[in-house]
């Protein structure tokens, strides 16, 4: 599972500088967002994904590492013959548990097994299913992470429904598309919305609405619950270590109290 990093700020400077056509954002998850240029918006950078002026996702200035030059050429398209199906998939084929089993610990034990942080995966399944298990598509994806019937079957899923193979799945689908480009999230989300052929076809976000929606929707949702655990862990911090109290000095020293506290407020 990816450990988010202690998030520090970037220099103003370097955030003014206008981005080359193609940069990407660094950002301290590991992740990170091809875009086309850049700008601040108050707490946050404003990550223009296309040169549409619609196509954007704000990320948190305190979440984006460094930024560099995109070397990388256009990704060639790939042989689109079915990946072999994993050899055995214990959640795929494994009998509906006798007790019943929380979602969230599903989630976390996937996406640990993938190395990916559980919230994104989270994300994921709200943009696509609402958390639905029974979710059905008008193409036709199903379950809680809306898997095509040919990527369930590649990805060894039996049982679109069953909500542990569902979120198996769907994760190493995920996790496939994160290394397939690099692990630019804003590409793998494009990838799993629109399909790896519209984002090879366009070097980047397919112009469609609902993707570009999809993906920034993900990433807002994403970006909050990173926030929201900072505050906790925060909170949490000075709970746990609470400032030291005053200690009070002998009987026969606090004629001189008065003098001590005077000369420590200067």
Avoid: C
Wanted: charged fraction near 20%.
């Amino acid at each position: 599972m990816l450990k988010s990093r202690k998030l520090v700020a970037l220099a103003w400077l370097i955030l003014a500088i206008p981005a080359s056509a193609a940069d990407l954002a660094i950002l301290h998850n590991g992740f990170s967002i091809r875009h086309e240029r850049r700008e601040i918006v108050g707490s946050v950078t404003r990550l223009y994904l296309t040169a549409d002026p619609g196509g954007y996702v704000d990320i948190p200035t305190a979440q984006i590492e460094r930024f560099e030059i995109d070397l990388s050429p256009p990704a060639a398209p790939t042989p689109t013959a079915p990946t072999p199906a994993a050899p055995a998939l214990p959640v795929a084929t494994a009998p509906t548990p006798k007790s019943p089993v929380r979602l969230d610990d599903v989630i976390h034990d996937i996406s640990d097994r993938h190395h990916l942080d559980p919230d994104l995966v989270n994300s994921v399944i709200h943009a696509e299913s609402g958390f639905n298990p029974h979710a059905v598509s008008p193409k036709g994806a199903r379950g809680l992470m809306q898997l095509m019937p040919q990527t369930a079957s590649n990805m060894g899923v039996s049982n679109a429904f069953d909500p542990s193979a569902n979120v198996e799945g769907g994760t190493r689908y995920l996790r496939e598309l994160l290394e397939r480009y690099n692990f630019d999230l804003v590409k793998a989300l494009a990838a799993y919305n629109a399909g790896p052929e519209r984002v090879e076809q366009y070097h980047g976000v397919p112009p469609y609405r609902e993707t570009r929606s999809y993906v920034a929707r993900i990433v807002r949702d994403f970006n909050r619950k990173k926030l929201d655990e900072g505050k906790a862990a925060k909170a949490k911090a000075a709970k746990t270590h609470p400032a030291p109290k005053a200690t009070h000095a002998p009987s026969t020293a606090k004629a001189k109290l008065p003098e001590v506290a005077a000369q420590a407020s200067h």
